[in-house]
């Protein structure tokens, strides 16, 4: 559900006395459409205060996540910290019934003069804004500037004075009087849905919570909406996850009745910690596949066109294997010269290539000497026998290169954070598929440590995120003596199993195996071949692109891939 007034009441409720003096120590957006302010007060400590101004989750709460920055921030988020870097927060005020926030600051300028300046949140569907206003209140800047072309929206510009969003021309619930609210519902025409005359005469109301209040029909509205002005007025409110199949579906501030049993219900201490779960739940995997889609984009045209190209030369290549023809052509004219003349269209002789020597017909170029058709065929066949040669090669290397593209896209598909995405952007960029913009000289990410786990026997287990990883964990990282596991024939994750302290069981090569199944291009079928061999065994051929290695005396195994033991075993902290 979009976050509601009441819901945003309530959070404001609860983020007022952690923020109120505390002084912002840090600013970042590490999306371009996520804010987080670090914040430090002497009573509270430290917190931060994650906003999203995302189209389908837009929210304010704080937050227990880290987040990797990106090398160079936005300008708005440089904005930001030039005037409220240090700021300390002096109020949270929310307009009565509204989904939208002011949070006022203190600030303290280059000349140490003082000023008050406000950030503007707005949550309301297709309006979701975040705006700086001045102590003259003008606005400073805002993420998303409102021109006059868009004459259904109030302008939001740089420094035009500040407005709230119109109100709706619908009452709010939260602002009628007890008696005016209950005289409206008791009018209300009952020949229509409960939940839906509520949608379309009050406005405050999400669907979720009108279908809520409704669910005892037209006899308990009356006592829904007045104990929900309660709520609203007095707090109480019970901060509720619904589930299905174990998949975050909605959330609530009171507990919901009116799936039943159909979904799991999870109470939260706070909204804070409700909102948190919820979102991090739910976006993960649609967070990363948004992130990753210019990535996998790119790789995906360059894979098709690789495909393309591999497919004309292979139909080149099969062009080239009747050379031998245009030799046996060559051959048969030259032996047979001395009764050939000028003017001739093809000619019969014994084809001493076969066995049994049969007559053929050899045809000839009528406007050629006997001479010129044999120097003809010869260039035909070397110019074949050439191209066959060449060919060859450049198939080989595009085979090559079509499993190294085919291994980008499975490590996409494999992305935990932004941090993956761009040792898998640099991996690109060094190998040609990306061109480089801004900066000649772009700040290389940290890389990454490979995933960590411990099998029931106690041993430890490292796999490669990435083909940049698995080459420094093979060649690098492993010791020679280590077990080197890979799923076969098929792109996937470099799996080291540790034999530091001896040699290695028989389960924890099995669950080896079995990560190595998970954490490749295999990982969505059934039980697949994985290969294991010691590390000194394994070799990178020169100039093989990154993940590219050959390996020999390894044996078998038959694994099937285990998210849930891959979970279970899992110990690293950095997912």
């Not at 704080?62 to 936005?74: A, E």
């Not at 406000?118 to 800047?141: F, P, Q, V």
């Not at 109030?154 to 609210?181: H, I, M, N, T, W």
């Not at 967070?287 to 045209?301: E, F, I, P, Q």
Request: charged share 30%.
């Amino acid at each position: 559900m979009p976050l509601d007034a009441m819901v945003l009441t309530a959070l404001r409720r609860e983020m007022e006395k952690p923020l109120l003096g505390a002084k912002i120590d840090r600013i970042s957006m590490p999306e371009k459409d996520m804010l987080v302010l670090s914040v430090h007060s002497r009573e509270e400590g430290n917190h931060r205060l994650l906003i999203s101004l995302r189209p389908g989750s837009a929210r304010i709460h704080f937050t227990s996540r880290t987040f990797y920055n990106p090398p160079q921030p936005p300008m708005f988020c440089m904005l930001l910290r030039k005037h409220l870097s240090s700021a300390r927060f002096t109020a949270l005020e929310q307009p009565v019934g509204e989904r939208v926030l002011l949070l006022r600051f203190d600030t303290t300028d280059e000349m140490s003069f003082h000023a008050e300046k406000t950030l503007a949140l707005e949550l309301m569907g297709k309006g979701i804004n975040l705006s700086l206003i001045g102590e003259d209140g003008r606005i400073i800047d805002c993420f998303r500037r409102v021109d006059y072309s868009e004459t259904a929206r109030r302008a939001v510009l740089p420094g035009l004075y500040y407005e709230l969003p119109p109100a709706q021309e619908k009452p709010s619930v939260y602002r009628l009087d007890r008696e005016e609210l209950s005289g409206l519902i008791r009018g209300a025409n009952r020949s229509a849905e409960p939940d839906r005359w509520l949608l379309n005469s009050f406005s405050g109301l999400s669907p979720l919570l009108c279908r809520e209040l409704a669910v005892s029909g037209w006899e308990g509205l009356e006592e829904s909406v007045l104990s929900l002005r309660g709520m609203a007025e007095n707090g109480g409110f019970n901060p509720c996850m619904l589930l299905e199949n174990g998949q975050p579906r909605d959330f609530s501030f009171l507990p919901i009745r009116q799936y039943g049993e159909a979904m799991e219900q999870r109470i939260y201490p706070d909204f804070c910690t409700l909102l948190d779960d919820f979102y991090s739940l739910r976006d993960k995997s649609e967070n990363m596949r948004r992130r990753s889609g210019d990535l996998t984009r790119t790789a995906k045209s360059a894979l098709t066109r690789l495909r393309r190209k591999l497919a004309a030369r292979e139909q080149e290549l099969l062009a080239t294997e009747n050379r031998e023809e245009y030799r046996r052509r060559g051959d048969l004219i030259t032996a047979n010269i001395y009764r050939l003349q000028r003017g001739m269209k093809s000619f019969e002789a014994q084809d001493y290539y076969q066995e049994d020597c049969p007559t053929v017909t050899v045809p000839l170029d009528a406007q050629k000497t006997p001479q010129q058709n044999a120097a003809v065929n010869y260039k035909l066949y070397n110019k074949a026998k050439t191209a066959n040669r060449m060919l060859t090669g450049l198939i080989a290397s595009a085979r090559e290169e079509e499993q190294y593209l085919e291994s980008v896209m499975e490590e996409l598909a494999r992305a935990e954070s932004d941090r993956d995405l761009a040792e898998i952007r640099a991996e690109l960029l060094e190998g040609g598929y990306i061109r480089p913009t801004g900066p000649k000289k772009m700040k290389r990410p940290a890389p990454r440590k490979p995933m960590r786990f411990r099998s029931d026997s106690g041993r430890l287990i490292l796999a490669g995120r990435g083909n940049l990883q698995n080459d420094e964990l093979t060649l690098h990282t492993a010791r020679r003596t280590d077990l080197w596991f890979h799923v076969q024939k098929l792109p996937g994750s470099h799996v080291i199993l540790s034999q530091a302290e001896g040699e290695a069981d028989e389960l924890s090569i099995r669950q080896a195996a079995a990560l190595a199944a998970t954490f490749s291009q295999a990982a969505a079928g059934g039980k697949t071949a994985v290969d294991y061999t010691m590390v000194r065994n394994v070799k990178k051929p020169s100039g093989a692109r990154p993940g590219r290695v050959i390996y020999t005396d390894y044996k078998t195994v038959i694994a099937q891939s285990d998210h849930a033991l891959a979970e279970r075993l899992r110990i690293d902290k950095d997912k």
